[in-house]
């Protein structure tokens, strides 16, 4: 089976390394070899075996009838979306690790690959090396899905491990992760959530069978998230996560990507460093949890691999995906219930706070002493937004724990 890598970076390295390494064993699981025919990029790489299948055409691609599958490994949307587009109209198979492009265009890739009898995967394109696309689709059917959340970048993970860990800054922590390659000089497509925010989209997509667009999920980055709210995480037994969020209650789906607080009998209490995992509670299976490294050469490259061998075992079959193009419409968030975490300033009396809030969980930690913190009830976002707006005083808040996960 000869296939075609589109991009020879990180991921695109990877993928051709790991058919390689593991040649034989993957030969016997998809039923025959498969070879890497053609690999697309604008460099040269002349010190490198691989130079002998460099092109830098696509049609060269497009145009071999002999390549029955293309490995989209470019990121981004342009070019990525025409070519793998015109691959699948040309009747090749297509494994991407693109969460852009599966984010926005999926509903009409998958479609595409329906009409021909082909199939278009994408395990890769959320939490790397995690399987969680392939269970979603397969072994979790039999469930109403209630609750996807996940921590889907390792690079916030990483640092808000850090910060917690070391009681260290956050533009320190950014710093460190930018110097250990862990961030990119310009971060700001982790810190400011739209990494996890496309990734959940693609989740919520799927658990959901509609189009989900990851431009209407409220997302908040970690960019607020300071030293201080670690120490009173640290008193609390807490724990100040990145969690990309999916959840039906009472009829009503919400998907927002924040911040949140949570307590160490929450299933992500404990996932640290830069790896990644993805908690799920289905109405009969109940909760269950998907756990690895989410990013990297190697772990990414497995999963683009275990995609290519699925589609060389079904090379003439379509793989039923359930993603329909009707938009989904999503609950605003304003009326998702939650509990927060607020600092205010000393100034701020506590009987002002609890006047406005009613009962609420004090909370004071030394060496911090003009300032202290309150644990509110559950209540709709709206009504805290309301109640905030009437509070002087007010430092930061962050959502406290999710209610169906503890």
């Not at 604008?42 to 691609?61: A, M």
């Not at 979603?136 to 059917?141: A, G, I, K, R, V």
């Not at 009987?351 to 060496?367: A, I, K, L, N, P």
């Amino acid at each position: 089976m000869n296939i075609a890598v589109l991009g020879y970076g990180t991921v695109g390295s990877g993928v051709v390394e790991v058919l390689k390494t593991n040649y034989k064993s993957i030969a016997k699981r998809a039923g025959e070899p498969i070879d890497v025919k053609y690999v697309l990029d604008l460099r040269d790489f002349p010190d490198d075996p691989i130079q002998e299948k460099i092109v830098h055409d696509y049609n060269v691609i497009l145009n071999d009838d002999d390549v029955k599958i293309v490995v989209e490994v470019m990121g981004g949307t342009n070019p990525a979306y025409t070519f793998v587009k015109q691959a699948l109209l040309a009747g090749k198979s297509v494994a991407t690790s693109n969460k852009e492009l599966v984010a926005k265009h999926g509903s009409e890739l998958i479609a595409i690959a329906r009409e021909n009898n082909i199939n278009f995967m994408f395990e890769a394109s959320v939490g790397g090396g995690i399987p969680i696309i392939r269970p979603l689709m397969n072994s979790l059917t039999a469930d109403e899905i209630e609750e996807i959340s996940g921590i889907l970048n390792g690079t916030t993970n990483y640092m808000l491990t850090k910060m917690s860990e070391e009681g260290a800054a956050y533009d320190d922590v950014l710093k460190d992760a930018q110097n250990k390659g862990y961030a990119e000089r310009n971060p700001e497509a982790d810190v400011e959530g739209y990494d996890a925010c496309r990734k959940i989209a693609i989740l919520t997509s799927l658990a959901n069978g509609r189009q989900v667009d990851f431009e209407d999920i409220y997302t908040e980055g970690i960019t607020k998230i300071t030293d201080k709210d670690f120490k009173y995480a640290g008193k609390m037994g807490k724990s100040i996560k990145l969690l990309a969020t999916s959840k039906c209650e009472n009829g009503q789906i919400y998907a927002y990507v924040a911040p949140m607080m949570i307590g160490q009998e929450h299933p992500l209490f404990s996932v640290n460093d830069v790896f990644n995992a993805v908690f799920v509670k289905g109405n009969m299976l109940g909760d269950t949890m998907f756990y690895g490294k989410g990013a990297g050469k190697l772990p990414t490259a497995s999963a683009v691999v275990s995609d290519i061998v699925e589609e060389v075992k079904h090379i003439h079959t379509n793989i039923k995906v359930e993603w329909q193009p009707e938009k989904l419409e999503l609950s605003d968030m304003k009326q998702a219930v939650q509990r927060f975490f607020v600092r205010v300033k000393k100034t701020c009396p506590q009987s002002e706070v609890s006047r406005v809030f009613g009962q609420v969980q004090f909370v004071s930690v030394d060496g911090l002493d003009d300032e202290y913190a309150f644990v509110t009830g559950a209540m709709k976002e709206a009504e805290f937004d309301e109640k905030i707006a009437g509070l002087s005083g007010v430092i930061t808040r962050i959502r406290y724990t999710q209610l169906s996960a503890e």
